[in-house]
């Protein structure tokens, strides 16, 4: 063996792509911005695209399963006219967490509120699902995309999707 092999595997295995090791306890926050649209039924039909911006809360309960908690809003244009949405959700959060690209699912129920302009104030029960991928930069950040997809009977369909950044904690 060369002398300066074994110092050469060594760097490259320490520079490589770390892990996304996940703990019990471990917690992450996430900040998403992108492009979300909604359609409310009200009278008739109306819809609305925009800009939107979501803060996700996750405690590891698992390897792979985490607790969700997500709060969002954003500015929509609908039938020419400024109207806001918000929407808050609770859920699972699923991370197939083995390398440093991590694929995730969530599933969620919640509440998506629109409200101004063309739209009728009120809010909505939903069923979100999402999906994305992180791309782990170290053991406390990661950055990716995300998007959801929440709808219920109550007449509210939205959808998001947008880069996110994430920051972990806890894992000592």
């Known amino acids: 063996m060369r002398p300066g092999l074994p110092l050469v595997l060594v760097s490259a295995w320490l520079a490589g792509p770390s892990a996304a090791r996940a703990t019990d306890g471990e917690s992450a926050l996430s900040v998403t911005a992108g492009f979300g649209s909604f359609t ?19 405690y590891g309960i ?65 069923l979100e699902v999402g999906a994305g991928v992180e791309i782990g930069e170290g053991r406390s950040f990661s950055w990716g995309i995300d998007a959801r997809l929440a709808s219920f009977a109550s007449g509210a369909t939205t959808f998001m999707i947008g880069p996110r950044i994430s920051f972990k904690f806890g894992y000592f």
């Open 62 to 126: 698992a390897d792979s399963f985490w607790l969700r908690a997500a709060v969002g809003g954003g500015l929509y244009s609908a039938s020419d006219q400024l109207t806001t949405g918000g929407s808050a959700a609770i859920g699972l959060h699923h991370a197939v967490d083995v390398l440093r690209y991590v694929p995730y699912v969530t599933g969620s129920v919640g509440v998506f509120y629109a409200g101004g302009g063309a739209v009728d104030a009120k809010a909505h029960l939903v």
């Open 40 to 58: 409310v039924s009200q009278r008739a039909d109306v819809s609305g695209a925009g800009g939107v911006l979501s803060l996700d809360y996750t």
